[in-house]
C-alpha cells in the first residue's frame, strides 16, 4: 500500500511504479467510464490482494471497423477519483501508441472458445482482448486478475489463455452488479435514453424467467431458450440478437442441460448493443 495513488502512462513509468508494490498484487483491467460493478472488482481485489493496480484503456483492437470505439464513452477525471476512493495503489493510462506502437505485429488468439456467440457476432474481438489481456499481464505481473461475469465469454476465454500460455497468476471471476431493476450495469447503459433504459429491463427479465423454469425442472435447453425470445418479443424497443443455452465450460450449444449451463443472449435496444448472462446449476 502506497500513500497516495499513482497515475503513470508509459511502460518505464510502469515498471518503475510496480516496483514500489507490496505483493500479491491485483490487476482490475477496464475501459473506464467506471460504474459499481468495476468497483466491485477492485473491491474484492483488495480483499485478497496487498496492492491493486487498475487499468483504463479503450482497446482499439477489440473493436469492429462499425462498432462504437470513437463514441465509446470517457471521464477520466470522475474515473480516477472512484479509483482513488475503492484503494487502488496504481493506474496505468497506457495511450494507443504505448501499447501498439508503429510495427505492431504480435497477436493472441485463443482458438475454439472463441468461436460461437460474441466470437461470431464479432470477428477479431476476442483476438483483440487476448492480445491486450496478455499485454496487460506481461506488464504489470500480477498474482491475481479480476473480470466480470457478465462477460462470460470472456471470462473463459481469459481463463483459457491463461492456462495455455502459462501464466503464473490466478483469474478471478466475480459476480455481475446489476442496478435495482435487474439491469446488468454497463458503460453502455449510458447510451440509452429514458425510455430504452425502461425497455433494456427486459433482458433480466427473460433470463430470470427461463431460470425460474430451469429451477422448477425445465431442462430442454430449447425450451429455455424459447422463453428468453419470447419475452424479448414482449417489448417493442427491443431485438434480440441471440439467445444460448451452452454448456458452461465449452460454450457449444446443448439440448438438455445436465451440468452447469451458461444462459446468455444479446439485445439491441436501439443501437445499442447490451448482453447479460445467468448460470444454470
Ligand atoms: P469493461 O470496462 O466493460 O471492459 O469492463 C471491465 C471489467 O469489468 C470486465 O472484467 C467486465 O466483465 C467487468 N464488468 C463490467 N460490468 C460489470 C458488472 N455489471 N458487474 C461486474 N463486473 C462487471
Redesign the pocket.
Known amino acids: 500500500m502506497t500513500e497516495s495513488m499513482m497515475i503513470v502512462t508509459t511502460l518505464e513509468e510502469l515498471f518503475h511504479a510496480r516496483r514500489l508494490l507490496d505483493g500479491p498484487l491485483g490487476l482490475v ?4 467510464y467506471l460504474h459499481d ?2 468497483i ?2 477492485v473491491e474484492q481485489a483488495k480483499s485478497e490482494c496487498q496492492s491493486v493496480i487498475a487499468t483504463i484503456f479503450v482497446n482499439p483492437t477489440q473493436f469492429g471497423p462499425s462498432e462504437d470505439l470513437s463514441k465509446y464513452p470517457r471521464n477520466l477525471e470522475r474515473d480516477l477519483h472512484l479509483l482513488e476512493a475503492a484503494g487502488v495503489d496504481l493506474v496505468w493510462l497506457p495511450t494507443p501508441e504505448v501499447m501498439y506502437p508503429a510495427g505492431y505485429q504480435t497477436w493472441v488468439d485463443v482458438e475454439t472458445l472463441t468461436k460461437p456467440l460474441e466470437g461470431a457476432m464479432r470477428p477479431g474481438h476476442f483476438r483483440g482482448v487476448t492480445t491486450i489481456v496478455a499485454k496487460l499481464f506481461n506488464a504489470t505481473r500480477p498474482d491475481k486478475a479480476y ?2 461475469q ?2 462470460a465469454q ?1 471470462a473463459a476465454v481469459i481463463r483459457q489463455m491463461t492456462r495455455d500460455l502459462s501464466y503464473p497468476l490466478e483469474i478471478v471471476i ?1 459476480p ?2 446489476r442496478e435495482a431493476d435487474g439491469l ?4 453502455r447503459n449510458s447510451y440509452l435514453s429514458l425510455e430504452q433504459r425502461q425497455a433494456a429491463t427486459v433482458l433480466y427479465r427473460a433470463l430470470s424467467a427461463a431460470k425460474k423454469a430451469f429451477d422448477g425442472g425445465e431442462k430442454d435447453a430449447e425450451q429455455l431458450r424459447q422463453i428468453v425470445k419470447d419475452v424479448i418479443a414482449s417489448e417493442p424497443l427491443a431485438q434480440l440478437q441471440y439467445v444460448s443455452c451452452a454448456d458452461y465450460d465449452a460454450l457449444t450449444e446443448l439440448e438438455t442441460v445436465s451440468g452447469k449451463a451458461l444462459l446468455s443472449l444479446v439485445v439491441f435496444v436501439g443501437k445499442t448493443r447490451l448482453i447479460d448472462n445467468l448460470i444454470l446449476a
Open positions: 483491467p477496464t475501459m473506464g460493478g468495476h466491485s472488482l473480470f466480470g457478465k462477460d470472456q466475480c455481475t452488479l446488468a450495469m454497463s458503460s
